[in-house]
């Protein structure tokens, strides 16, 4: 049934999490050569494993796949990678210490006759691929110098430079500002001219007509459907991703700030590795009451440092950090925890103990802040402990077998769920979020984003850092934006474009002033 | 209760290996492993030795499985103990008062001297970003060779052949309920505080959650700092303890020897270590290396299987029971998926047909 000449096919691909989370549910998937193939999907529906498994970085629990009719069986990367499959992933595997020529030929270096690497040779190949695809960078500097936009164009030459002629590109645009990201679409073009073939995932349904040749929409581990890319809508999209009509905006109506919560004063913090530069650079800062402040900004640029001086991670060089009206600069993490909430970007390591259970997850920062689940004695109180987390998986909707299940068992969006309901339980006046909704599924988003407001109109200050304008459009009363540790920019949602804010991120607009 | 199955097979699974081990070096594996038995339960004093065994183990498995359990690598347990049994001994040998004033005194003395000799790669740690694994591991050197000096030198007992200090004063020995050495009763005592301690009070709470994840406890307020100091301390004064027992105990030699207790300091580190997250099986395996290390000296004079057999038994089930542990789930895991990618596949081929 299956065209024989078909470039690439995988057929009834089924891959199982141990023990029973399907992540991919009898897919089967055709792929032209010279295309750029887009998949999109929630998070969690199942395209990167769909793509890891063809990159053979996943076994597949069971399914074949065939290159030009031919039955592979990929044990690694390696295998692949002869076979002309190459993959950028999210994150890069670069090694920053290195320059980008020792990066790109790492594992495939050129050796003379006694078997000493013979760098010039390589250089000269490398050069000329540079050259061919109009990459104008120093090939003997350090990788760490350059943006995350230019590391991601070293992946893609790394990729080309092993002669792959199949390139899987992971969500390459999370981590782009809007101009980088039209840089990046140049590149694919050019390539696909070459007749590569492009294997693009997103979850951006902009960029996905913007570019692609044929769509497939997966959703839950399961392929809904593959189209050309001819006549289809974001409401097309985004109904097959969700497998219901969705709304793209937060319900947020405007209401009127009331007192300042966070000031921060002149605040800046010297980077400890790269001498004279300047992590946080003098800034200065105030979320008031009923109001979120979205802090948007290119990875990178002095974000993350700031919600660690806020919650007291890490100290500025300089400056004062309040909350109230009281100084708390000084202040341990444990006392600053008395009046902020706090939800770090990274879940696993940072927001939770995945081994122990929803109640212990639940229970941590109430142990000393919530008095009530306490005796008289400072025994804890294991009823009405236990009560609190079934509370809070009820009011948060957390779907799990019991409090008792250890957090790893959950879905990201849960296990966010428990977070969320552990740090707006705390009812402190500020909320400090690094990029809450991360990795998360559309429902979760939408039912976090909702839950956000929702402390807003219940007074609360919330900082929000997002890498992801959109939702910084929609939940923010006020945007900054940050750029080698400045904030360059601060503009209303409503009176300012994504194309504005994204030349603040890049340093293209503002830094004459 | 997976947990429990679990620990039971590993330890069926360890003796079968034992056995396989003792047949093919000619021995008879039943009839040993009834020696075992009989001489480690079936008598009154043999029981009495096996419980006081037990005590110690208690003691040391549980400081171990304090430390690694709220982060905590403390290697040091042989330097604490020969530390807690130096000041036992000193106190015991010349304070004569009346029980009830000297063994409270030199138990805590004891519980005392090996909580600061922890404490100290506690503030190496804190002060200068010193390993404790490396530390405390190096400490134990410093120990042995202080005590195996004032055996032979300061301390030595004049009228015996051998480095040993003299015995302290008979008043200043445990005394027994029946055959069962007081040791016993405090050991379960101290199981029973500790226990309530780590399960039912904040700072229990916060010694758990730091060692599953320290900056996770950290960030949400956790004093870490200061619990690693204290969880060091309370590691070491258990271990303190438990070289007091072994300088006080009615079934012990009542006297410093060389090497005291260095088996059974790495004893400790077995049982907290095949006891995981669950300190209720510090007990069960305390009592269980107990009866096989009792059992081990009569099964040698009864079958002339070597007494040092249960050392490899001991290894064999630690081996066995941690990776039970830890493969057990991913074993059952993988067939469950396999099954269930059959399943699928099929239930979604049909319509097609």
């Given at each position: 049934?299956?065209?024989?000449?078909?470039?690439?096919r995988?057929?009834?691909?089924?891959?199982?999490?141990?023990?029973?989370?399907?992540?991919?549910?009898?897919?089967?998937?055709?792929?032209?050569?010279?295309?750029?193939?887009?998949?999109?999907?929630?998070?969690?529906?199942?395209?990167?494993?769909?793509?890891?498994?063809?990159?053979?970085?996943?076994?597949?629990?069971?399914?074949?796949?065939?290159?030009?009719?031919?039955?592979?069986?990929?044990?690694?990367?390696?295998?692949a990678?002869?076979?002309?499959?190459?993959?950028v992933?999210?994150?890069?595997?670069?090694?920053?210490?290195?320059?980008?020529?020792?990066?790109?030929?790492?594992?495939?270096?050129d050796?003379?006759?006694?078997?000493?690497?013979?760098?010039?040779?390589?250089?000269k190949?490398?050069?000329?691929?540079?050259?061919?695809?109009?990459?104008?960078?120093?090939?003997?500097?350090?990788?760490?110098?350059?943006?995350?936009?230019?590391?991601?164009?070293?992946?893609?030459?790394?990729?080309?430079?092993?002669?792959?002629?199949?390139?899987?590109?992971?969500?390459?645009?999370?981590?782009?500002?809007?101009?980088?990201?039209?840089?990046?679409?140049?590149?694919?073009?050019?390539?696909?001219?070459?007749?590569?073939?492009?294997?693009?995932?997103?979850?951006?349904?902009?960029?996905?007509l913007?570019?692609s040749?044929?769509?497939?929409?997966?959703?839950?581990g399961?392929?809904?459907?593959?189209?050309?890319?001819?006549?289809?809508?974001?409401?097309?999209?985004?109904?097959?991703?969700?497998?219901?009509?969705?709304?793209?905006?937060?319900?947020?109506?405007?209401?009127?700030?009331?007192?300042?919560?966070?000031?921060?004063?002149?605040?800046?913090?010297?980077?400890?590795?790269?001498?004279?530069?300047?992590?946080?650079?003098d800034?200065?800062?105030?979320?008031?009451?009923?109001?979120?402040?979205?802090?948007?900004?290119?990875?990178?640029?002095?974000?993350?440092?700031?919600?660690?001086?806020?919650?007291?991670?890490?100290?500025?060089?300089e400056?004062t950090v309040?909350?109230?009206?009281?100084?708390?600069?000084?202040?341990?993490?444990?006392?600053?925890?008395?009046?902020?909430?706090?939800?770090?970007?990274?879940?696993?390591?940072?927001?939770?103990?995945?081994?122990?259970s929803i109640?212990?997850?639940?229970?941590?920062?109430?142990?000393?802040?919530?008095?009530?689940?306490?005796?008289?004695?400072?025994?804890?109180?294991k009823?009405?402990?236990?009560?609190?987390?079934?509370?809070?998986?009820?009011?948060?909707?957390?779907?799990c077998?019991?409090?008792k299940?250890?957090?790893?068992?959950l879905?990201?969006?849960?296990?966010?769920?428990?977070?969320?309901?552990?740090?707006?339980?705390?009812?402190?006046?500020?909320?400090?979020?690094?990029?809450?909704?991360?990795?998360?599924?559309?429902?979760?988003?939408?039912?976090?984003?909702?839950?956000?407001i929702?402390?807003?109109?219940?007074?609360a200050?919330?900082?929000l850092?997002?890498?992801?304008?959109?939702?910084?459009?929609?939940?923010?009363?006020?945007?900054?934006?940050?750029?080698?540790?400045?904030?360059?920019?601060?503009?209303i949602?409503?009176?300012?474009?994504?194309?504005?804010?994204?030349?603040?991120?890049?340093?293209?607009?503002?830094d004459?002033? | 209760?997976?947990?429990?199955?679990?620990v039971?097979?590993?330890?069926?699974?360890?003796?079968?290996?034992g056995?396989?081990?003792l047949?093919?070096q000619?021995?008879?594996?039943i009839?040993?492993?009834?020696?075992?038995?009989?001489?480690?339960?079936?008598?009154?004093?043999?029981l009495?030795?096996?419980?006081?065994?037990?005590?110690?183990?208690?003691?040391?498995?549980?400081a171990?499985?304090?430390?690694?359990?709220?982060?905590?690598?403390?290697?040091?347990?042989?330097?604490q103990?020969l530390?807690?049994?130096?000041?036992?001994t000193?106190?015991?040998?010349?304070?004569?008062a009346?029980?009830?004033?000297?063994?409270?005194?030199?138990?805590?003395?004891?519980?005392?001297a090996?909580?600061?000799?922890?404490?100290?790669?506690?503030?190496?740690?804190?002060?200068?970003?010193m390993?404790?694994?490396?530390?405390?591991?190096?400490?134990?050197?410093?120990?042995?060779?202080?005590?195996?000096?004032?055996?032979t030198?300061?301390?030595?007992?004049?009228?015996?052949?051998?480095p040993?200090?003299?015995?302290?004063?008979?008043?200043?020995?445990?005394s027994?309920?029946?055959?069962?050495?007081?040791?016993?009763?405090?050991?379960?005592?101290?199981?029973?505080?500790?226990?309530?301690?780590?399960?039912?009070?904040r700072?229990?709470?916060?010694?758990?959650?730091?060692g599953?994840?320290?900056?996770?406890?950290?960030?949400?307020?956790?004093?870490?700092?200061?619990?690693?100091?204290?969880?060091?301390?309370?590691?070491?004064?258990?271990?303190?303890?438990a070289?007091?027992?072994?300088?006080?105990?009615?079934?012990?030699?009542?006297?410093?020897?060389?090497?005291?207790?260095?088996?059974?300091?790495?004893?400790?580190?077995?049982?907290?270590?095949?006891?995981?997250?669950?300190?209720?099986?510090?007990?069960?395996?305390?009592?269980?290396?107990?009866i096989?290390?009792?059992g081990?000296?009569?099964?040698q004079?009864?079958?002339?299987?070597?007494?040092?057999?249960?050392?490899?038994?001991?290894?064999?089930?630690?081996?066995?029971?941690?990776?039970?542990?830890d493969y057990?789930?991913?074993?059952?895991?993988?067939?469950k998926?396999?099954?269930?990618?059959?399943?699928?596949?099929?239930?979604d081929?049909?319509?097609?047909?």
């Amino acid at each position: 049934m299956q065209a024989e000449n078909s470039f690439i096919r995988m057929e009834s691909i089924v891959k199982i999490f141990p023990p029973s989370n399907v992540a991919l549910d009898n897919v089967s998937v055709e792929i032209e050569e010279g295309k750029v193939h887009s998949f999109i999907g929630e998070n969690g529906a199942g395209k990167s494993t769909l793509m890891k498994v063809l990159f053979g970085l996943e076994p597949a629990t069971s399914g074949q796949i065939y290159i030009h009719g031919e039955k592979v069986n990929f044990h690694s990367p390696n295998d692949a990678v002869a076979k002309g499959i190459g993959m950028v992933h999210q994150e890069f595997m670069l090694i920053p210490s290195y320059t980008i020529l020792e990066n790109v030929i790492l594992g495939y270096e050129d050796t003379n006759k006694i078997g000493l690497l013979d760098l010039n040779r390589s250089r000269k190949k490398l050069q000329a691929l540079c050259d061919q695809m109009g990459f104008d960078v120093n090939l003997d500097e350090k990788v760490e110098n350059y943006s995350v936009a230019i590391q991601q164009k070293v992946e893609i030459i790394k990729q080309l430079y092993r002669e792959v002629n199949v390139l899987i590109l992971d969500e390459p645009t999370a981590v782009l500002a809007p101009q980088e990201a039209d840089e990046l679409f140049k590149m694919v073009e050019s390539l696909k001219a070459e007749g590569k073939t492009i294997l693009f995932i997103s979850h951006k349904l902009d960029e996905i007509l913007q570019i692609s040749d044929t769509v497939t929409v997966m959703r839950q581990g399961e392929h809904v459907w593959t189209k050309p890319n001819v006549g289809l809508t974001k409401t097309d999209l985004a109904e097959a991703m969700v497998g219901r009509s969705v709304l793209f905006t937060v319900e947020k109506t405007k209401i009127e700030h009331g007192e300042p919560v966070l000031e921060l004063k002149n605040i800046s913090l010297k980077s400890d590795k790269v001498a004279g530069r300047m992590l946080l650079d003098d800034v200065n800062l105030t979320v008031h009451e009923k109001e979120i402040v979205g802090v948007a900004g290119v990875e990178g640029n002095g974000q993350y440092e700031l919600v660690q001086v806020v919650i007291g991670n890490q100290f500025p060089d300089e400056g004062t950090v309040s909350v109230l009206g009281s100084d708390i600069s000084k202040d341990t993490i444990r006392s600053r925890r008395e009046s902020i909430s706090y939800i770090s970007q990274d879940r696993k390591l940072a927001g939770s103990s995945q081994d122990d259970s929803i109640q212990d997850n639940a229970f941590m920062s109430h142990h000393y802040l919530n008095d009530s689940l306490v005796t008289k004695n400072k025994i804890l109180d294991k009823g009405k402990i236990a009560s609190f987390a079934d509370e809070l998986i009820k009011k948060y909707n957390v779907v799990c077998e019991s409090r008792k299940a250890p957090i790893k068992s959950l879905s990201g969006g849960n296990q966010q769920k428990v977070i969320v309901g552990r740090e707006f339980g705390l009812e402190h006046p500020l909320l400090v979020l690094d990029q809450p909704v991360r990795g998360l599924d559309v429902g979760s988003i939408e039912y976090i984003h909702s839950r956000i407001i929702e402390q807003r109109d219940a007074g609360a200050a919330v900082l929000l850092v997002s890498a992801d304008l959109d939702e910084l459009f929609s939940l923010s009363d006020r945007i900054i934006v940050m750029y080698k540790g400045k904030i360059v920019a601060e503009r209303i949602p409503e009176d300012t474009t994504r194309n504005e804010i994204g030349g603040y991120m890049l340093g293209s607009i503002g830094d004459s002033q | 209760m997976k947990k429990t199955v679990v620990v039971i097979l590993g330890v069926l699974l360890a003796f079968i290996v034992g056995a396989i081990l003792l047949s093919a070096q000619g021995y008879h594996p039943i009839e040993s492993y009834i020696s075992m038995f009989k001489n480690s339960l079936l008598t009154k004093i043999a029981l009495g030795n096996t419980l006081a065994r037990m005590a110690i183990f208690i003691m040391l498995g549980l400081a171990a499985y304090f430390g690694f359990n709220s982060g905590v690598s403390n290697l040091g347990l042989f330097g604490q103990l020969l530390m807690g049994a130096l000041v036992a001994t000193l106190i015991g040998q010349h304070l004569n008062a009346s029980p009830v004033i000297a063994i409270p005194l030199m138990l805590i003395a004891a519980a005392i001297a090996g909580g600061v000799y922890s404490g100290i790669a506690a503030l190496f740690r804190l002060g200068f970003g010193m390993n404790e694994f490396i530390t405390t591991l190096m400490m134990n050197f410093i120990a042995k060779y202080l005590i195996a000096y004032l055996v032979t030198n300061p301390m030595r007992d004049p009228n015996s052949q051998w480095p040993m200090s003299r015995p302290i004063l008979q008043s200043n020995v445990f005394s027994r309920i029946g055959d069962i050495d007081m040791t016993v009763f405090l050991a379960i005592l101290i199981f029973i505080i500790v226990f309530l301690y780590w399960n039912f009070t904040r700072r229990g709470y916060e010694f758990r959650l730091t060692g599953a994840n320290n900056l996770f406890a950290r960030l949400g307020g956790c004093e870490v700092n200061k619990n690693f100091f204290s969880s060091m301390v309370i590691s070491g004064v258990l271990a303190g303890i438990a070289g007091a027992f072994l300088i006080m105990g009615s079934t012990q030699q009542n006297k410093l020897i060389p090497n005291l207790g260095e088996t059974n300091a790495s004893d400790g580190l077995m049982i907290a270590i095949i006891s995981g997250q669950s300190m209720p099986s510090v007990l069960f395996f305390s009592l269980f290396f107990g009866i096989i290390q009792t059992g081990s000296v009569g099964m040698q004079m009864d079958t002339n299987v070597p007494s040092e057999f249960t050392v490899m038994l001991q290894a064999i089930m630690v081996l066995f029971v941690v990776a039970f542990r830890d493969y057990s789930e991913l074993f059952i895991n993988l067939i469950k998926a396999r099954s269930k990618s059959r399943k699928l596949r099929t239930e979604d081929h049909e319509p097609v047909c």
